[in-house]
């Protein structure tokens, strides 16, 4: 197929209208995701939190989703996806409305705020299995690549300007404000995903919930190549995230000469991330499992370029290449997740994956200063640079992983293992 014609098929999804709806919703969402952190981190400053506050309200985020994906994963392969994601996003709206009513008024406390943040961790817990399972119930397979590619170059987007509205809108009208356009977003997201109007589909025999959850669990055990790559995320995601975000700003502060310098990496980040997804759009890689793990080993640019004191052009140009081959790698991921594991599964799947990836980011977080004052900064990137490439390059050497491949013709399924409920009757979803 020619470049013009693969152009004129990437906005093929966008013709589907419960995929129409569900990516106008996602873009909708992210607008107001974006502009959420620096409007919570201002607020709890406004009313007289400092660090150790918002450290509290970030963490109240991120423990309900620790300890709730996996039952978020079960809820979201038992009822319909698109319930499950209104009523999250109607809980957030709610929850943030609140927020900032409390705000405007002048009667927050710290408290509110961790209250409202633990509340849309726990929806977020159940919002991110059903997300990442309803592409494959809105979307045919052969155009499956194109929405995924879509929404992540709409996501990217959103990351490139969501900071900067961010700041406009606390500096022009107050954190209240601002966490009030979350929460509009969070509702207006949920009227969208309402209408999303899903045919019939095959739903597994109810089960009792621990049964399921074990289900999962088997269904994900028996997939070698599937853990052997979480098993890559959990190594990569914690040692990124420190090397990226956390000791990033500062060896931007001590080697490159402040906060100004680093906003040319992060935007050689970000503009990567946009460039990497639209060439996903028009590029359908059939080896995904060397595309992969070559995104993932990608990461390790910045963090080399970094511990080797590269010149900023040449580490503006190694963060934008991770940019563009995490962007790649991810969008090709779910496409291959999506055709591999049954609808009826896949959510459970996915939160096994994700909680995998997520669970060991708090103790890269907790290592990361001792570390970093025990051997130094450049040594300490140095060392993550490494352990990047080494588990970008093992899983290349089992044989699965390296066969990984999309379907040439019509996605088939993989079969479900011995020993899980098996799909039986056709109901509404």
């Keep these: 197929m020619g470049w013009a014609a693969r152009v004129r098929e990437a906005g093929a999804p966008l013709t589907i209208r419960p995929y129409r709806l569900h990516f106008t919703a996602r873009v909708l969402s992210w607008t107001g995701s974006a502009v959420s952190p620096i409007a919570l981190a201002f607020a ?26 996996l039952v978020g994963g079960v809820v979201a392969d038992r009822l319909p ?36 943040s633990g509340i849309c961790g726990v929806a977020a817990a159940f919002f991110t299995p059903a997300a990442g399972g309803i592409v494959k119930e809105v979307v045919p397979a052969e155009a499956r690549h194109a929405a995924n590619a879509l929404l992540k170059i709409a996501q990217n987007l959103v990351k490139v300007g969501g ?9 022009a009208f107050g954190s209240a404000w601002a966490i009030g356009w979350d929460a509009a977003t969070f509702a207006a997201s949920a009227l969208l995903f309402a209408r999303i109007d899903l045919k019939p589909g095959p739903v597994k025999v109810k089960t009792g919930f621990l ?32 090397g990226y975000q956390l000791l990033g700003p500062v060896y931007g502060a001590r080697f490159l000469g402040g906060a100004g310098m680093w906003g040319l990496v992060v935007s050689g980040f970000t503009g990567g991330l946009v460039a990497g997804a639209a060439v996903a759009l028009v590029w359908r890689p059939r080896l995904v499992g060397r595309v992969v793990c070559a995104g993932t080993g990608s ?26 081959g995490l962007a790649v790698s991810m969008t090709v991921w779910s496409g291959l997740v999506q055709e591999r594991i049954p609808a009826d599964r896949l959510s459970r799947a996915l939160s096994y994956s994700t909680l995998g990836q997520l669970v060991p980011v708090p103790f890269g977080y907790l290592l990361a ?32 992983v390296r066969a990984l491949a999309m379907a040439a013709g019509h996605p088939s399924q993989e079969p479900v293992p011995e020993g899980t409920a098996a799909v039986s009757v056709r109901a509404p979803r």
Excluded: K
């Excluded at 009313?47 to 506050?53: P, Q, T």
């Excluded at 900071?163 to 500096?171: D, E, M, T």
């Excluded at 289900?215 to 599937?226: K, Q, V």
């Design 163 to 171: 900071p900067a509205l961010g700041g406009v809108l606390v500096a």
């Design 369 to 400: 200063g001792p570390v970093s004052r025990a051997v130094g900064v450049r040594a300490t990137l140095a060392g993550g640079a490494l352990v990047i490439v080494l588990a970008a390059v093992v899983p290349l050497l089992i044989r699965q």
């Design 299 to 324: 990461l390790a640019l910045p963090l080399a370029a970094m511990a080797a004191a590269a010149p900023l052009p040449v580490l503006v140009a190694a963060t934008a290449a991770a940019g563009a």
């Design 211 to 242: 049964a399921d959850l074990r289900d999962g669990w088997t269904d994900f055990r028996s997939r070698r190549w599937l853990w052997v790559m979480v098993v890559q995320g959990a190594l990569v995601v914690p040692v990124w995230l420190v």
């Design 81 to 116: 996806r698109a319930r499950v994601m209104v009523w999250s996003n109607v809980v957030c709206a709610v929850a943030e409305g609140l927020a900032a009513a409390l705000l405007w008024s002048g009667a927050a406390r710290v408290w509110h705020l961790v209250l409202m």
């Design 44 to 69: 709890v400053l406004h009313i007289g939190g400092g660090a150790g506050a918002l450290g509290l309200v970030l963490a109240a985020s991120v423990a309900p989703q620790i300890l709730l994906l």
